[in-house]
């Protein structure tokens, strides 16, 4: 609507899953979590929402469901008929290193044996920046 970030994140998680299962899609017995890690989360909705809450605007329902990173992150699942647990954060070290920390916890616990890894980070001077990594099973897409 107002920003890149959900599209990104599914064209960067699509083409991952893509190059991992093809068309075919996620073998039915595998458990596949999402762990979405963005720093600044989605900046431009963000600003959109603080203007028009500024102005005395109204911010529309639908809105506020697009603009939420696990709103995304439950679209990929969705789409992908994924079997694992959705975790989005907001790192406090190193973005990768924290996401792969997050997608091991998951895959030790017995949550998930695979996670669709996505960093993403938009910038107000800048293009956003997006990749996505598949973990488990040793294999690293």
Request: proline share 6%; aromatic share 4%; net charge negative.
């Amino acid at each position: 609507m107002h920003s890149d970030f959900a599209p990104v994140v599914v064209v960067v998680a699509e083409r991952c899953l893509r190059r991992g299962y093809g068309s075919a899609g996620v073998p039915a017995g595998v458990r596949t979590g999402i762990v979405l890690v963005s720093a600044s989360g989605d900046l431009a909705s963000a600003q959109h929402v603080r203007e028009t809450v500024e102005a005395g605007g109204r911010v529309g329902p639908l809105f506020f469901f697009q603009s939420v990173p696990n709103s995304v992150a439950g679209h990929i699942a969705a789409r992908w008929d994924l079997r694992g647990p959705v975790v989005c954060l907001s790192p406090t070290g190193d973005p990768y290193s924290d996401g792969v920390a997050e997608a091991d916890l998951l895959r030790d616990d017995g949550d998930a044996d695979e996670v669709l890894l996505i960093l993403i980070e938009q910038a107000p001077d800048r293009p956003t920046e997006a990749v996505a990594v598949l973990l488990g099973g040793g294999a690293r897409q």
